[in-house]
């Protein structure tokens, strides 16, 4: 119920049926009413609320309203008002009301009239709305939860709700990064401060005041060897809250560079004919780029043809075959042969290849493998074909024999004598499930009297595939019984990360590692709404092992 005064301060009740004549300076007409959009604004010290007022009019009514606080009781101290505008003219039917509330004001509940003057035929017309103005403290702020790293505003796989102090090599990062801190509680703005922790030298001190809070406004930090300092503080209008700090590491990248190998790396061939070596690069801590291929020691009468003269990291043009070409002239004997290979930034290596030249129409071998590298996963076993062909009518037994530097697995030949100078062995290399991981060679020797020759093959280990098992559906009720979200076989995966997203793809829970212990919560501790979701199982080099869906019930 609204009560409507005259100019003349004479209170009139507007549910009355008095009525007058048009002439009348009396007349009770309804042409106007204020009706604020809330009743009740909360204002927190320091800060500013706002009311939207509607003017509601009659259909005849089209002078403007202007609109001020009634005196009785007005404003309490320290507070201001302010409409925009302050006179709605006939034409509109709206204004705000912004209630500016400083740092002195005291807290209360304080009851507030809004007041609406008009001229309608000749007088004046007020109106009344009341609100309730409510001035609360500061609310304290909170502290940052954790830190993403980013590059290009996009969270970094495996170092996303960073929150205790982290080590990490200087290869694993982007060459620039940024920072994201993760807000608790109530917060206007996050103040950082990067620095050395041993000079104390600030590399970025930057107070963002608008969410998402990150370190840098554009662009971010060049990613350099040391320790460094993270530091985040969450503040809530002027009061800060406690500061976050996290510590990182960045060990040095080790050395980039790449190395040569040959194989065969030892070569027997007769005068006036021809033998080969292919030359393979291998990039060492993630090299880049091609090397220029170099050869010197070469006898008088060889010469050699390389199929190409620029090998790289790039796997389809890793190796390059150089053919040796033996004059009849040549003279017997053996010679180390350099390949040295030029890479970028002053980069060099080299491999040596042992040739011997022997006389004509000498009896000879040849030794071949059927492979040259093989990829074993942990546990399984291989066979590779041995082929020794006689050459000149060699007949005299040659001895098979493998030497590896590992004791992890087992090899062997058999046979490992043929009886005449030729015919096949096999190369049997069997692995254990617990044999360690990567790449290494094998060196395969095959000799008779004075005569010898080689092959090398390469070996790479690789881990067993772990099949986790997500279950389809979890009800985290407290009832004891599938309360939270089991994955079966996730502790055989070692720092595994787990993510899970909403219909709308936006990410609401994660964990590195997961410890099947998630209850349904949000990232921010609330319980998420009963429907399905998605997840992403990753291993520890960031590869997704197990993609699907998962149903929340209550």
Same mark, same amino acid.
Request: charged share 15%; proline share 3%.
């Given at each position: 119920m609204f009560t409507f005064f005259l100019s003349q301060g004479h209170a009139i009740n507007p549910s009355h049926s008095t009525h007058f004549n048009s002439s009348s300076a009396h007349q009770n007409i309804d042409v106007f009413e204020i009706l604020p959009g809330t009743t009740t604004v909360e204002v927190q010290k320091g800060f500013s609320g706002t009311v939207n007022i509607t003017i509601n009019r009659a259909a005849e009514f089209t002078d403007a309203v !202007? &609109? !001020? %606080?009634?005196?009785l009781p007005g404003l309490p101290a320290n507070v201001s008002a302010n409409y925009a505008p302050a006179s709605v003219p006939g034409t509109a039917n709206s204004s705000v009301l912004t209630l500016q509330v400083t740092e002195s004001a005291s807290t209360g509940s304080y009851p507030l009239k809004i007041a609406g003057t008009a001229n309608y035929e000749g007088i004046t017309r007020y109106r009344l709305a009341e609100i309730t103005l409510i001035i609360k403290e500061v609310e304290a702020p909170g502290t940052v939860g954790s830190f993403t790293f980013l590059e290009n505003d996009e969270a970094i796989s495996g170092y996303s709700a960073i929150n205790s102090n982290i080590t990490v090599g200087q290869e694993d990062l982007p060459e620039i990064i940024n920072f994201r801190a993760s807000i608790n509680g109530a917060a206007t703005a996050v103040k950082w401060n990067f620095k050395e922790q041993g000079s104390g030298s600030t590399i970025q001190s930057f107070t963002d005041e608008s969410s998402p809070y990150t370190l840098y406004p554009s662009g971010g930090w060049t990613v350099t060897p $040391?320790?460094? =300092? &993270? =530091? @985040? #503080?969450q503040i809530n209008n002027t009061v800060e809250g406690t500061a976050k700090k996290i510590i990182i590491t960045v060990e040095e990248a080790p050395p980039v560079s790449f190395t040569l190998k040959a194989n065969p790396y030892s070569l027997s061939v007769f005068r006036g004919e021809s033998?080969?070596?292919i030359v393979s690069l291998t990039p060492v801590n993630n090299f880049s780029g091609s090397a220029t291929l170099s050869l010197s020691g070469l006898p008088? $009468? #060889?010469? @050699? =043809?390389?199929?190409?003269e620029t090998i790289s990291s790039n796997t389809t043009e890793s190796t390059a075959t150089i053919d040796f070409f033996v004059a009849d002239n040549t003279s017997l004997g053996s010679y180390s042969i350099v390949v040295t290979g030029n890479g970028p930034a002053g980069l060099t290596a080299s491999t040596t290849i042992d040739l011997t030249i022997t006389q004509d129409g000498f009896p000879d071998f040849e030794l071949n493998v059927a492979r040259q590298s093989i990829s074993l996963i942990q546990g399984e076993s291989t066979q590779i074909? %041995? #082929?020794?062909e006689s050459i000149d009518g060699f007949s005299e037994p040659v001895a098979l024999e493998v030497s590896t530097s590992r004791s992890d697995f087992t090899i062997s030949v058999d046979p490992p004598l043929l009886e005449n100078g030729a015919g096949q062995s096999s190369l049997k290399i069997s692995s254990e499930p617990t044999t360690s991981l990567g790449n290494f060679e094998i060196q395969l020797f095959a000799s008779s009297g004075a005569i010898e020759k080689s092959a090398v093959i390469s070996i790479k280990i690789e881990p067993i595939p772990i099949e986790v098992k997500p279950r389809n559906q979890f009800s985290p009720n407290g009832d004891g019984i599938d309360d939270v979200w089991k994955i079966e076989k996730i502790e055989e995966l070692p720092d595994n990360s787990v993510e899970v997203f909403d219909r709308l793809g936006q990410e609401v829970y994660s964990a590195q590692p997961y410890n099947n212990d998630w209850n349904g919560t949000s990232k921010n501790g609330e319980q998420l709404a009963p429907t399905t979701y998605f997840y992403v199982v990753k291993d520890a080099g960031g590869k997704t092992v197990k993609t699907g869906s998962i149903n929340l019930l209550r």
């Open positions: !202007s &609109l !001020s %606080i009634h005196p $040391g320790v460094f =300092e &993270l =530091e @985040a #503080v033998t080969f070596s008088a $009468g #060889v010469t @050699a =043809e390389m199929s190409r074909n %041995i #082929v020794v």
